[in-house]
């Protein structure tokens, strides 16, 4: 039975994280498969772009462990977090494109810095990525050029850049129209079946959920409510869950307090 | 909440430190790249650098070149009002070789590029910060001082001294226009005597301090980058306090190194 079992790629174990004394994460524990389109859902401020900058290395936490197979990330030397680093690809919610390259150069930089490949190869590599990603052709702009959709595909072929197992992506979808989000969406999924790549998603945007999710947790105040298929979320008896997934004002989540 | 007078001077105390502790950690981090970047196979690009030095160094020789030639003039000008009283307007040439490489040289053209250069790059770093471009860095595994720090460093450490030797030049001509021209000092004389007065230790003082007031204007505009928070806001309010910082720390270094060479006769 063990080995029909699917394996852990990350699992965060009872992550906690204050800052300036609030506490924003608070007890995390998530078992993230290799593979599969993991969501994280929540509503501004429950933390969830925290619980993925943890994933990424890029906050220490104050306590609890992150293991990617089975290796504990937070405890690592800066050279072995580097090495671990190279194994992950991140798309950020504002694409964060260095603004004074253009998009082959922004797409090639992690290969130039982390590999010794001839700069011919690295051009070929570049146009694969661009291809996967529909933007073949659009090397030479630079990204002020870019609406915000490709600015995102552009991001999304960099974090793909170096064949990583893990991608992250920071609220894929904000700030675009439906038709956009759901060209990003179909990306997203596309990649990680054609490339077999574990997906971290972090979103609020339902519609993104029910298209693109394996699994969904569903974080709120810093703490996990529940995990699972995007049918069992909907499903779900919590009221916090319900009002979230349906929009209401309503209810037991209140902003104003 | 209030705070107790104690509990303030101890709340100050504490920002302070981390402060300057987290500067020399800067500056720590960028030599070891700078050291043992090649031997780790991750040398500075040549390129970047060059490109830094471009728009550091070349795009900066006007206005240093007009800074240091009216400050030459305005020198001359005012001694000559003086030595003239004492019949010794021939040794304007010497007061203001000496005074423009000793020290107005040098300090001058470090202002100006703290102004020119400092702000621009923390307004640069600045807004990579807000944008999430720092963090994109580091999360590819690149490391952000390496990547961007470094050849802003070298630039600027190559090229103010080599602005500073044009500033002075650009003194010593102001005051020798004001020699010639006005006090009718024979040009050849003039040029003689600002020779016969103005030693190596002049020049390579001047020289030394500007070396140390790159570092200041570097290290303070790249730390004033990193820490950048809050969006357009945050970027113009870090460039302010960038320049005035670096200012501040560019009188008090000439200070105490103009110290060290008059006490130690070095």
Known sequence: MVSQEKKVAISVQNLTKSFDGRRVLDGVSLDIYQGEIFVILGGS??????LLRHMTGAIRPDAGKILFYGKDVTSLTEDEKEKVKRRFGMSFQSSALLDYLNVEDNVSLPLREHTQLDAKIIKVIVGMKLNLVGLHGFENLMPNMLSGGMKKRVGLARAIAMDPEVVFYDEPTSGLDPVVCAIVDKLIVDLSKKLLLTSIVVTHNMESVYRIADRVAMLHKGQVLEVGTPE???NSKNPIVQQFIKGEIEGPINYVE | MMLSFFEKIGFTLKTWTSIVTDFLHLNLQTQYW?????????????EAVFDQMVFMGAKSIIIVFFVTFFTGIVLAMQSAYQLQKMGAVMYVSSLVSISICRELGPVLTALVIAGRIGAAITAEIGSMKVNEQIEALDTMGINPVRFLIVPKF????FMLPCLTVIGDVAGILGGYLVGVYNLKINAALYLQTTYKFLTHKDIYTGLSKSVVFAMIIAMVGCYQGLKTSGGAVGVGKATTISVVTSFILIIVADCIMTGIYYFSNL
């Open chain 1, 232 to 234: 069992q979320i909907k």
């Open chain 2, 34 to 46: 700078v050291i043992f970047g090649p031997s780790r196979n991750k040398p500075v690009r040549s």
């Open chain 2, 154 to 157: 070298l630039a600027l450490l």
């Open chain 1, 45 to 50: 401020g429950c933390g969830k772009s925290t």
